[in-house]
């Protein structure tokens, strides 16, 4: 499974519920390689209480003493930053990063994603480990973003990467034209019937109905419920009251 | 500000440090405008501890009665949903949604995104506010998310919209939801009128009734021109012929 050769490092988080937190954020998007780096503490009934179900991902999870340690497998190795750093690392965002990442995981190789503590986020240390970096583009007047949310954008886009190209989702099917066209000539009947549209001059009335019928794409299943209005219209009993 | 045009609601969340994190989440891509349809505990110190520093979108927050009060003046909604509904509604990505989202927002418009309750998601009857539904790629052998950590995904994908080209303006403008639900009520009562829904029993019908409108966006003239028909049924001579 190409996804279980992306690990999550978190370094030296301080929070527990955090720890749970990214457990199932991870399990949510299908990662479930979480290494920890000297975490404050852990285990922690906090973290599997915030885990929600992920609590197998917080079992596996490898405790270890140093970034060098964490990522030693890894052929790439990418760090998250909400800051600039003085010296120019090269920075992608988050779909650039998780395209690459996938690109090796799904080619059978180790590849590792490394989050800072909540406060200080990662020592220029710790990027020390890193081929780049990586941005989540928050807004510049509010960018402490929170630990488990950081890594459920980058692990929402690596799923992304995963699934491949967007699939096209056929939403519903619409009903061939004939069929649409059958209902609109219906619908103009009736409404001549009943007085809404002058039989002389039905045209532009009309248009804007077939535009707005056309817009919505029926259905077959929906042309039958039109339709099967139109005729209650027609044989139905007079209005009760006007 | 366009961003602040694209409204977060939370629909009966049930705990205050969900609210708080979702405020955090919005407050870091840049949107500011919550909505809360019948929050359980609101407002909570548990909230303000949570959002971190956006405590602004929780002290400007909406709290509303209902999912119709909360989206009133939308010209589009969409709602954020893990289970596949037996009515199949028109599904979009988190990508695509934030797309068309944006699209209105950029052109002045107001739009809506739905989000449920922490275990239970959204009811039918809040997804038929909907012209759309939102899946987010999630694993199915893990799918439930946290809630603010769905907040976090949609809204990084709207931000990631804001900060792309501007896109199209939309080719036409659809009516803001309250005139649209009028003509719902209207078409609802008529159906009932002519003998075509059961009184008692009109809700399975009504909803394809109403999905296939909020798909079909219909513009104010052409609100003006449906409830005209109804009108024209309502008082309009019994028919000729049967």
Known sequence: M?????RIVLVEPQHPGNIGAVARAMKNMGLSSLVLVAPRAFPADEAIARAAGADDILACAQVVGSVAEAVAPCVQVLATSARLRKIPWPVADPEQAAHSLWAHAAAGQEVALL???????????????????VQIPVDPAFASLNLAAAVQVLCYEIRKQSLGPRPAVPDHEPAPQEELNGFLAHLEAVLIEIGFLNAAHPRKLMRRLVRLFRRATPDQNEIHILRGILTAVQTGRPPQNT
Chains 1, 2 share one sequence.
Request: hydrophobic share 45%; charged share 25%.
């Open 2 to 6: 190409s996804l279980a050769r992306i």
């Open 115 to 133: 989050f800072g503590a909540e406060r200080s986020g990662l020592a220029n240390e710790d990027v020390d480990f890193a081929q780049g970096l």
